[in-house]
């Protein structure tokens, strides 16, 4: 079972049904460069019946973070990313997410949700990113 736990938000769980998570430099390097990106990418699906209000909400207000300017105080936010797998679980802590996208659309009668999140540039290091 994945989850997600956005502070102040929202925490998401048997509605996710993909995470990727994503450590990258540019493709045109030609060596290991300092600037390093780390990128999250949840999707998932709600039945939009009156049974999961609470995922409606928070998915809501996930879509109002998205639309917060660089300059608000809640632009970043602590997120961690649980994934589930026969293994056993990886988790992903992130100190200062901010989003890079979130959609929501009907497919098949069924709402489904994609939120790519991106750590802060300066804040890419071990200290502020934890894999567990």
Known sequence: MHSLA?????VLGKEIDY????????KDSRARAADIGATLIVKGRVSLDA???????????????????PSDENTYK??????GHAGGTRNYEISKAFVISFKEWLENEEGRF?????????YVDADNITIS
């Open 114 to 122: 994609e939120l790519v999140l991106r750590q802060k540039k300066d």
């Open 51 to 69: 049974d999961n209000a609470d995922v409606l909400a928070a998915l809501k207000e996930i879509a109002a973070w998205s639309l917060t300017k």
């Open 78 to 83: 602590s997120v961690t990313a649980t994934f």
């Open 19 to 26: 995470l990727e998570f994503d450590s990258f430099i540019d």
């Open 6 to 10: 956005i502070a102040d938000i929202a």
